[in-house]
């Protein structure tokens, strides 16, 4: 989704995103031809207009979900000014740990370039800090051959994948010796507003993902992962460079770089590039698939509407869901 497109062209954009939420799809479209609501939302920072804040910003206010259009566009027509405070004051940082299913067999095929040494996780973007923890989840990989499993620790969940393509899917969760997070604003999910305020970042109808969530929140609060307080444009290679000590390195990042303005994307690929060219570290990348142009096009293959493309290193390898549900997988 493109946070720093036209306000119309956004909400269109994220429609594409949403076939398996009726609700925001059709609440999307629906802003994408309303006049009124669209100029309300123009009052806003470019930033601020972006409809995953904005549709959780009305159900933190009591618009219901699943629900009409009706009641989105009277509780903003019609606000006194708590959403707009809401919107103009929270940000998105949705942190969906289901997408460890998709990033773990990047993470493996990392690791196992040589074996034995283990991974030091970096995550920029890592609002609570909850993709930090691939080794505390199970994993059940659906392909057309029969499922995948990784059995789950003990009292842990399973993230559930559809697979297609050749994908590597390994056989054990890679030894974890460090992990790390940066963001600008790190969410502490000690703080029961904070974690309130991610639960209703789960779009209406995902059940599924809340119930991920509020596991994710669980190990968060038990082992607390290492967050701080940073921008990845400044402080990405001191991080790196730090996690280097404890192991192979990799930076991963996903869903983030969409809520950074183009100058600053092009800035990060080349950072992370000479990065990874210098053995500093490895690059997972999980984003839209207009987000970085040059990860997208390394492949011929077509992205499907609607996902994100995982690149490793610069170059794209699969396609994926953007809450980790399915994976693609190209080379």
Known sequence: MEVHAATAE?????????????CFRDWALRVADDAAVL???????????QPNL???AARYHGVPAPGPYDALRTALLDDDGRVEHTIRTRATQTNEAGRLATLLPAFAGVAAQPPGEPIALVEVGASAGLVLHPDRWGYRWRTADGDVVL?????????????????????????????????????????PDQAAWLRVLVWPE?????????????????DPPDLRAGDLLTD????????????????????????????????????MRDLVADGACHWVSNEGRRVLPAVTGSTTAEPVPGSFVLGVDGSAVAFTHGHGRALHWLV
Do not use: N
């Open 236 to 271: 990405v290679p001191d991080l790196v460079a730090e996690a280097g000590r404890h192991g192979r390195v990799v930076l991963f990042h996903t869903a983030v770089l969409a809520y950074v303005e183009e100058p600053g994307r092009v800035a990060f690929d080349t950072m």
């Open 151 to 191: 059995p789950a620790p003990a009292g842990a969940g399973e993230l559930v994948c559809d697979v297609t393509g050749p994908a590597p899917l390994p056989g054990a969760v890679p030894e974890v010796a460090f992990r790390a997070g940066l963001d600008l604003a790190p969410v502490d999910v000690t703080d």
């Open 10 to 22: 956004q909400y269109r954009d994220f429609a594409t995103y949403c076939d398996d939420s009726p």
């Open 39 to 49: 100029a309300w939302l123009e009052r806003l920072p470019v930033p601020k207009r």
């Open 206 to 222: 995902h059940d599924d993902r809340r119930a991920v969530l509020d596991r994710a929140v669980e190990i968060a609060r038990v």
């Open 54 to 56: 904005v549709l959780a």
